[in-house]
């Protein structure tokens, strides 16, 4: 059984840091693909940054790019989320998501493209 374990969560002052991390059991970690969205009160789902399964190759959206930095770690089935520089607009839930990739250029910033969530960890910005 696939599970995704989101921690790090919490409440900062605008234009400080915060790391979330997500640990994975289940799954043959270093197949998947795995990446980071977030939900603020009354908004779609959006994506925040993906990995690759070798963590060469990552992507973030334009609105935490310079900001956040994605990273993972295979050997311990986990990835992480480095979010500096944070403001009131980056207030959300934060789920982590995975899906089996079948290359290292396989990955998506859709969330139909995912088939496995976390449940997610609130990140609260103060002005």
């Known amino acids: 059984q696939v599970q995704l374990v989101e921690s790090g969560g919490g409440t900062v002052q605008a234009g400080g840091s915060l790391r979330l991390s997500c640990a994975a059991s289940?799954?043959?970690?270093?197949?998947?693909?795995m990446a980071w969205f977030r939900q603020a009160h009354g908004k779609e789902r959006e994506f925040v940054a993906v990995?690759?399964?070798?963590?060469?190759?990552?992507v973030s959206a334009d609105s935490v790019k310079g900001r956040f930095t994605i990273s993972r770690d295979n050997a311990k089935r986990t990835i992480d989320l480095q979010m500096n520089s944070l403001e009131p607009e980056d207030t959300a839930v934060y789920y982590c998501?995975?899906?089996?990739?079948?290359?290292?250029?396989?990955?998506?910033?859709?969330?139909?493209?995912?088939?496995?969530w976390g449940q997610g960890t609130q990140v609260t910005v103060s002005s």
């Open positions: 990995i690759s399964r070798n963590g060469v190759i990552t």
């Open positions: 998501a995975a899906r089996i990739s079948v290359a290292d250029y396989d990955f998506g910033m859709s969330q139909d493209d995912y088939t496995y």
């Open positions: 289940g799954v043959t970690f270093s197949l998947y693909v």
